[in-house]
RNA sequence: GCACCCGUAGCUCAGCUGGAUAGAGCACCUGACUUCGAAUCAGGGGGUCACAGGUUCGAAUCCUGUCGGGUGUACCA
């Protein structure tokens, strides 16, 4: 139930009437026409621009066609009035008992309320994290986690059919680098004196690993070389860094439905296919590619490689897919990955990257395009860094002395609810600043304490009017009046519609503003009931007007528990 | 050099498909607790939406250019 398409399409009938009528011109294309709130509450309910964006397309005034069309709308039941005003806005005042309509709704609707089938059952792939096989995820893994995680939750909720899926990158050579590190962690547990120079992993959590070997193999392996060994600890390691990394995303309540290899594309032709596909299309070739301007061209040698026509599709120019030897680059795989994806019937893709790939985005577009002959889209979202604090202080980490905050140490500390929270209180391609003081302060300072606050207070008074025996109303509100308790209804009934912007466009820390206002709307209305104890919730006197108002409370509760479930963030019932 | 992202109140940020007088929070000032949970609320001051052009009935939003910040820039993944 989504009261502003319901007055979308009682203004696009009238528009149709009035086409049949005559005073409007045939063969309008409506899809521009919104109803949505007014900036300003004073100017009316609900605001439509029907009359502008019709203008132009029929060489009518937009003021004529407002006043046309204000006389049909008026006539509706459910307006109170329809006005014209500016350049031809419409705005409409709609009846009381027209916007209370939703609170049974919701209370019916619980946490589902919202929900929508406007995805359409479309097949949607969320890739996110997609971390290296090499470690325990760290903070900024966590965002891309959190963000995808709740991307894809939203895109269920609007009846998208959803895949999670994680690109395990196990085929380059940070993996050798991995198996390395794992092999001097073994001569350690051999009692051997080790050292970790250039680029292995000095990270203590590989320590376990070596002594695993050590049980395993004794001291077989010391003193071999590393072609003895490389291949086997490759396997061993990257598999107990994907447990590791799985736990790490169970931790968060992130479950994939897809764990895809990057190596099961390799000595299976896959990459062959794509890449012939691509050939196919004559978007393949053997060139050299000009040297990066302004920046070390000492460095610079001419090589000819195997380059991919990305230009074709709208990057800026030619990749290479295969080094100058021969073997792939890591655009290889990448494009098998993706051609894979498209045909496994997915109608849409969406990347998660870390800003520091956005250099990858219009490459993997042009793939995309070239391999899907343009029908499948993939939009892809980056996700900023995270900057750590401690009461205001920077919070330094070297992945060089391997001390890095990890995902497990923030969630640890901070639990899994605030951690997903406060990682959507920002846009996606903004950066975000996480205090670990602040996060867990109980204020209004704190965004997720301030909606949890709500559901709480609302548990609590909604208890207090059970043991009273006071029910909740399930139809007919008459004494929901006052302005305040009017603009919390209004909140609720917008609801639906900021669901379906944000799946559109991809945005679900758009949930976490929504649901930060509608909690501002609930304590300020809790507050009056001091100097306006007529709007408290719960009047013992007054077991009618009470059913109620606990009515419009518990819709409330319901909207608060179904947004913070979409985020994965589990609502609180009481927070003594 | 080029590409992408960003520039909105003192600070941190929202701003919907281009829509009306640009909004929150923090901080600052003033007020409200014998309370349906004051961990909250009410009110106040605070703006050249980086700058300059353009598109149009209308621009923080779209286009071009300039300035400033971040990221990435051919045989790493």
Known sequence: MNLFSDIRSLVISSLEKLQSDGALPKGLNFENVTVEPPRDSSHGDMSTNAAMVLSKPSGMNPR?????????????????????????????RLKQDYWTSIIPFVIKAGVNFGRTTIGNGIKVNVEYVSANPTGPLHVGHTRGAVFGDALASLLDFAGYDVTREYYINDGGSQVDVLARSVYLRYLEANGQKVEFVDGTYPG???????????????????????????????????????DLIREDL???????????????????????????????????????LEPPKGKKPEDWEAREQTLFKSTKHGDDVDRPIAKSDGSWTYFAPDIAYHFDKVQRGFDQLIDIFGADHGGYVKRMKAAVSALSNEEVSLDIKLTQLVKLYKNGEPFKMSKRAGTFVTLRDVVEQVGPDVTRFVMLTRKNDAPLDFDFAKVQEQSKDNPVFYVQYAHARICSVLSKAENANIGIKANKFETLKHPNEMAVVKKLAEWPRLL?????????????????????????????????????????????????????????????????????????DEMR
């Open 64 to 92: 004529d066609i407002a006043e046309a069309l204000t006389v049909l709308l008026a006539s509706d039941e459910r307006v109170i009035s329809a006005d014209v005003a500016g350049p031809g806005f419409l705005n409409l």
């Open 204 to 242: 203590d959590y590989l320590v376990d690993l070596g002594m695993d070997l050590k049980n395993k193999y004794g001291d077989s392996l010391v003193g071999k070389p590393e072609s003895d060994w490389i291949a086997e600890l490759r396997l061993f390691a990257t598999e107990k860094m994907m």
């Open 250 to 288: 169970a931790l968060l309540g992130i479950q994939m439905d897809v764990f895809f290899s990057e190596k099961s594309l390799y000595g299976t032709g896959l990459i062959e296919a794509a890449l012939a596909d691509l050939d196919g299309k004559g978007l393949v070739y053997q060139g050299v």
């Open 500 to 572: 379906e912007l944000a799946a559109k466009h991809n945005e679900p820390h758009r949930l976490a503003f929504y649901l930060y206002e509608l909690a501002g709307d609930f304590h300020a209305l809790w507050n009056m009931g001091k100097e306006a104890p007529e709007t408290r919730f719960f009047q013992e006197n007054n077991p009618n007007v009470s059913s109620e108002k606990l009515a419009m409370v518990s819709a409330v509760k319901l909207t608060i528990a179904a947004g913070l479930t979409i985020l994965g963030v589990t609502p609180i």
